[in-house]
């Protein structure tokens, strides 16, 4: 596609649309550039009584990235507007602001892919319109900045890979988890060979708030009229228009890839950052719906072990939705383990082959860090939900850069659109997403048949013993 003159006479404004509109699609938004002005006014506010919540400062220091929005679609109005209120601050100001131009509207996704003033989109929607839309968006020639989970099925998977590569598009996952120093600082690690022999890992997800469970606060002014519920259903089952499935999808099948595709992806997509683990051999799975009686389909508790054959080495994942104890990812090396978050440490084995003498002679410790790296040194007191507090730790919502604090996704976008206008590789493209999503489903697949299931690599299907 081409990027025509659009903003300030500049001719590699890049054009884009966005589908999807809600809480994360605004927040995609933001990290564009564009937010709604009324948050403007509550940020500047709030760090004028809390000199600790960063948030405006951060966003006013965003970089421009010299893109425009001039597409939005949501099959919900309320969302809509929102999107349309947002895409037209282009100067960053508040209610009482200048503003630009809103974007177009367009009723369905399809007539805003077929628009000749769209560059690229950024898809936010239920996992199960992520297939669809990420085909029917490569077709189209657009370049793709999609959510994760990348799809809601093994067979899904590969035909959005195969659509990529023959149309040729520029595809990142949103996986801003790939920005992370700490996460840079550890892959680094692991090639030094400081930790030995890799042969466990352990990551967790813990949350225990209505919001981490996904019990989503239903929007008074939603009604049958202003939700296209049979646009939302798509290819799902047909079902009476239902609120809270609308809102709180991620609690059915019909809709959602559950713990494994919403949770564990952003875990697993780490560790193969770390260590290029790439699909596993073995998946086993178990759970159930201990806690959160209200009608859900997925677990809200979960425990899966993955096999990887050829690195002789487990990878361990559990999850609670009714505790919120934090929990590090943690590497287990031969002479070392590594504890990782939004910072690292690494602590030597006491039997360590490697630091054998190093640890005898007093000269490297087992009972504090050997290596200790700390970004910023930041504090999340500012952040208030529960859920904004589980993404910080983890470094879903900043990282930092010479020093500054800086929102991940912004960076992950800002690669996404270098890889558009210069060609450079982009860190979570469609290799990356397909591992991430075949490992996902395996886990689901288990889970849902109480079976240990195999990876067949020439067949790439999930098979049972």
Sequence with gaps: PSIVEKRNGDSSTLRIGIIGTGGRGLYLMRSLGFIQPLWID????????????????????????????????????????????????????????????????????????????????VIATPDHWHADMIIDAAKAGKHIYAEKPLSLTVEETYAIERAVKENNVVFQLGHQNRQIESHLKAREVVKKNILGKITMVETFTNRNSP????????????????????????????????????????????????????????????????????????????????????GREVPDVLHVSYEFQKLEMNLLYSATLANSQHRKKTFFGHDAYMELDNDLVVYADRDSTRFKTAIEDGVIPTHSPMITHVPGRGSIDAISSPTEQYFAQRGLLYTYRGGQQVDTAHLHIKEWINGIRHG??????????????????????????????????????????
């Design 424 to 465: 450079s590789p982009v860190s979570c493209g469609i290799k990356e997403s397909v591992e991430e999503a075949i490992t996902a489903h395996m886990g689901t697949v288990s889970y849902r048949n109480q079976k240990k299931v195999f990876w067949d690599r020439d067949k790439k299907e999930i098979v049972f013993g």
């Design 211 to 294: 919001w981490g469970a996904w019990v989503y606060d239903i929007h008074p002014e939603t009604t049958p009229e202003n939700v296209d519920w049979k646009q939302f259903l798509g290819s799902a089952p047909d079902h009476p228009f239902s609120a809270e499935r609308f809102f709180r999808w991620r609690c059915w099948w019909d809709y959602s890839t559950g713990l494994t595709g919403d949770l564990f992806t952003h875990e697993y997509d780490v560790i193969n950052q770390v260590l290029d683990v790439g699909i596993p051999d073995t998946a086993s799975a178990s759970g159930g719906i201990y806690y959160w009686k209200d």
């Design 42 to 121: 509550e940020w500047t506010e709030s760090a004028r009584i809390n000199k600790q919540d960063t948030r405006m400062e951060m966003y006013r220091q965003m970089e421009d990235l010299n893109v425009v929005i001039t597409g939005i679609s949501d099959v919900f109005t309320v969302h809509r507007d929102a999107g349309l209120e947002a895409s037209s601050n282009l100067y960053r100001a508040g209610t009482n602001g200048k503003r630009g131009e809103p974007a177009k509207v367009y009723k369905h996704y399809k007539d805003l892919l077929a628009s000749d003033d769209i560059d690229a989109v």
